[in-house]
């Protein structure tokens, strides 16, 4: 089996295409294009860092504010994509909160996350990139968001953030 180092344009709807910046990423192939005629040849592009992402977050304000209690929310099914080989990660996102004045809304947390899916991102950057925009609109008490990624090549990496706004 040859591998082998190839640009390629997947035809819609694989094609990852934003108006915004967009960057190339190599993709590995076990095969030939050559060799097979329906493997597409081109180049695949990779959604840039949006800074926008935090603008789908919703929040509500919390019913006891008075109250320290904690709230976890977990995602088994993030995905994401790899900036250097453009394979696709698997992973899940537990965000735990205390919230101060407001709670986030959890159909927005879930089209938030959903954002990344075709993001070309590292595990750290994703990780720290959820809590930043978490902090930013829910303004929480404490939070930690805590990635936890599927094996890839016999490893598997947990990333956790924590933050604390009593400092």
Not at 1 to 24: G, T
Not at 69 to 98: L, M, R, W
Request: net charge negative; glycine share 4%.
């Amino acid at each position: 089996m040859k591998i082998l180092s190839v640009p390629v344009n997947l035809p819609s709807p694989w094609r990852l295409v934003n108006d915004s910046a967009m960057r190339s990423v190599p993709l590995v192939a076990c095969c030939d294009p050559c060799e097979n005629s329906s493997f597409p040849i081109g180049e695949i592009t990779i959604l840039s860092q949006q800074e926008s992402f935090h603008e789908t977050l919703e929040v509500f304000d919390n019913p006891s504010p008075a109250r320290e209690y904690t709230i976890e929310h977990h995602c088994p099914e993030f995905t994401s994509v790899c900036p250097k080989t453009g394979q696709p990660d698997y992973g899940t996102i537990i965000v735990s909160y205390i919230p101060d004045q407001l709670c986030v809304e959890l159909k927005s947390l879930k089209m938030y996350l959903q954002l990344f899916r075709n993001e070309g991102i590292f595990y750290e950057a994703v990780t720290n990139k959820i809590m930043d925009d978490f902090i930013a609109v829910v303004k929480p008490r404490m939070a930690t968001v805590e990635s936890q990624w599927t094996p890839r090549g016999g490893l598997n990496s947990n990333i956790i953030v924590n933050y604390s706004n009593e400092s």
